[in-house]
Protein backbone atom coordinates (compact mmCIF):
# COMPACT_ATOMS: atom_id res chain seq x y z
CA UNK A 1 0.00 0.00 0.00
CA UNK A 2 1.43 3.49 -0.95
CA UNK A 3 2.28 5.55 1.85
CA UNK A 4 0.40 8.54 2.81
CA UNK A 5 1.97 12.06 1.39
CA UNK A 6 1.73 15.00 3.85
CA UNK A 7 2.49 18.30 2.11
CA UNK A 8 3.84 20.70 5.23
CA UNK A 9 5.64 23.95 4.88
CA UNK A 10 8.32 25.22 6.96
CA UNK A 11 9.19 28.50 8.18
CA UNK A 12 13.36 29.75 7.74
CA UNK A 13 12.85 32.31 10.30
CA UNK A 14 16.15 34.84 9.89
CA UNK A 15 17.09 37.55 12.37
CA UNK A 16 20.61 39.00 12.75
CA UNK A 17 21.75 36.49 10.47
CA UNK A 18 20.84 33.46 12.70
CA UNK A 19 18.00 30.98 11.52
CA UNK A 20 15.47 29.89 14.53
CA UNK A 21 15.21 26.04 14.76
CA UNK A 22 12.68 24.94 17.19
CA UNK A 23 12.99 21.20 19.34
CA UNK A 24 9.40 19.01 19.32
CA UNK A 25 7.44 18.78 21.83
CA UNK A 26 6.69 15.80 24.39
CA UNK A 27 4.21 13.47 23.24
CA UNK A 28 4.76 14.43 19.48
CA UNK A 29 5.76 12.04 16.71
CA UNK A 30 9.99 12.99 16.05
CA UNK A 31 10.23 14.04 19.79
CA UNK A 32 13.06 15.74 20.94
CA UNK A 33 13.99 16.43 17.04
CA UNK A 34 14.48 19.76 15.76
CA UNK A 35 12.81 21.38 12.92
CA UNK A 36 11.48 24.69 11.14
CA UNK A 37 8.32 25.58 13.04
CA UNK A 38 5.19 25.40 10.30
CA UNK A 39 2.77 22.51 9.50
CA UNK A 40 0.31 20.90 7.24
CA UNK A 41 -1.10 22.52 4.12
CA UNK A 42 -4.94 22.68 4.65
CA UNK A 43 -7.10 22.62 1.27
CA UNK A 44 -7.85 25.97 0.10
CA UNK A 45 -4.54 27.26 1.83
CA UNK A 46 -1.37 28.76 -0.01
CA UNK A 47 1.94 27.42 1.18
CA UNK A 48 2.26 31.62 2.31
CA UNK A 49 -0.91 31.46 3.97
CA UNK A 50 -0.07 28.09 5.94
CA UNK A 51 2.84 29.14 7.17
CA UNK A 52 1.24 32.83 8.51
CA UNK A 53 -1.47 30.25 10.48
CA UNK A 54 0.96 28.36 11.45
CA UNK A 55 3.63 30.42 12.96
CA UNK A 56 0.48 32.61 14.65
CA UNK A 57 -0.85 29.10 16.36
CA UNK A 58 2.75 27.63 17.35
CA UNK A 59 4.82 30.88 18.04
CA UNK A 60 2.21 33.44 18.68
CA UNK A 61 3.32 35.74 16.61
CA UNK A 62 3.08 37.46 13.17
CA UNK A 63 5.38 36.92 10.47
CA UNK A 64 6.04 38.38 6.98
CA UNK A 65 6.35 34.73 4.64
CA UNK A 66 9.24 35.83 2.09
CA UNK A 67 11.04 33.40 -0.98
CA UNK A 68 10.71 29.87 -1.29
CA UNK A 69 14.34 28.11 -0.47
CA UNK A 70 14.11 24.09 -1.00
CA UNK A 71 11.49 21.07 -1.35
CA UNK A 72 12.62 17.82 0.13
CA UNK A 73 11.31 14.61 0.76
CA UNK A 74 11.61 11.90 3.18
CA UNK A 75 9.77 8.61 3.65
CA UNK A 76 8.91 7.77 7.66
CA UNK A 77 7.05 4.86 9.02
CA UNK A 78 3.88 7.07 9.01
CA UNK A 79 4.03 8.78 5.67
CA UNK A 80 6.22 10.35 3.28
CA UNK A 81 6.78 13.98 4.33
CA UNK A 82 6.63 16.68 1.78
CA UNK A 83 8.32 19.84 3.05
CA UNK A 84 8.71 23.09 0.98
CA UNK A 85 10.43 25.47 3.04
CA UNK A 86 10.03 29.66 2.42
CA UNK A 87 12.17 32.60 4.18
CA UNK A 88 10.29 34.38 6.80
CA UNK A 89 10.96 37.24 8.98
CA UNK A 90 9.01 37.79 12.42
CA UNK A 91 6.84 41.38 12.04
CA UNK A 92 5.29 40.40 15.86
CA UNK A 93 6.20 39.86 18.53
CA UNK A 94 8.58 38.05 20.09
CA UNK A 95 7.99 34.49 19.63
CA UNK A 96 6.50 32.29 22.27
CA UNK A 97 6.70 28.51 22.33
CA UNK A 98 3.12 26.56 22.39
CA UNK A 99 4.01 23.01 21.05
CA UNK A 100 8.10 22.93 20.99
CA UNK A 101 10.01 22.45 24.06
CA UNK A 102 12.77 25.23 22.95
CA UNK A 103 14.27 27.02 20.33
CA UNK A 104 17.41 28.63 19.72
CA UNK A 105 19.09 31.08 17.25
CA UNK A 106 21.45 29.45 14.78
CA UNK A 107 24.31 31.35 13.10
CA UNK A 108 26.25 29.49 9.99
CA UNK A 109 28.82 27.17 11.85
CA UNK A 110 26.04 26.39 14.66
CA UNK A 111 23.68 24.97 12.05
CA UNK A 112 24.40 21.29 12.72
CA UNK A 113 24.63 21.57 16.50
CA UNK A 114 21.38 20.09 17.38
CA UNK A 115 19.72 17.04 15.65
CA UNK A 116 17.33 18.12 12.80
CA UNK A 117 14.21 16.06 11.86
CA UNK A 118 15.29 14.35 8.74
CA UNK A 119 12.97 15.80 6.36
CA UNK A 120 15.14 19.01 7.43
CA UNK A 121 18.10 18.12 6.97
CA UNK A 122 18.45 18.60 2.68
CA UNK A 123 16.82 22.36 3.74
CA UNK A 124 19.98 23.06 6.45
CA UNK A 125 22.13 21.65 3.94
CA UNK A 126 20.90 24.32 1.58
CA UNK A 127 21.14 27.14 3.75
CA UNK A 128 24.48 26.07 4.88
CA UNK A 129 25.59 26.75 1.48
CA UNK A 130 23.39 30.12 1.10
CA UNK A 131 24.74 31.33 4.28
CA UNK A 132 28.72 30.80 3.28
CA UNK A 133 27.97 32.13 0.08
CA UNK A 134 27.79 35.26 1.80
Known sequence: MAKKLIHVVGAVLVRDGKIMAAQRGPGRALEGYWEFPGGKIEPGESPQQTLARELREELLTDAEVGEFIARSE?????????????????????????????????????????????????????????????
Not at 92 to 99: I, Q, V, W
Not at 101 to 128: C, H, M, N, T, Y
Open 74 to 134: YEYDFGIVRLDAYFAKIIGKEPTLTEHKQSRWLGADELFSVEWAPADIPVIEELARQMKGN
